[in-house]
């Protein structure tokens, strides 16, 4: 399972927060100050969809591209 940290404006008010990202299978877990947020799923077109929580299909979408640079950075020729 895959766990990392990224920091981002969730909310669109210039509030950066930190989140927790957990990759225990095909979706990822996403925490805040140790309270779950959400669970995202990647469709496989780099689009982005919530399978559990309360947020905005923008606030899902900009976790995703954080999860996406935190893996390109990984493995940059990808």
Do not use: C
């Not at 990202?21 to 996403?30: G, L, Q, Y």
């Not at 925490?31 to 606030?59: H, K, P, R």
């Amino acid at each position: 399972m895959d766990r990392f940290e990224v920091t981002t404006d969730i909310e669109g008010n210039g509030e950066a927060v930190r989140l927790s990202i957990e990759h225990p299978d095909e979706s990822f877990t996403v925490s805040s100050e140790g309270e779950m947020l959400a669970s995202i799923l990647n469709n496989g077109d780099n689009t982005w969809q919530l399978v559990e929580g309360n947020l905005s299909q923008e606030a899902v979408n900009v976790i995703g591209s954080e999860i996406e640079k935190y893996y390109n950075n990984l493995n940059p020729l990808a």
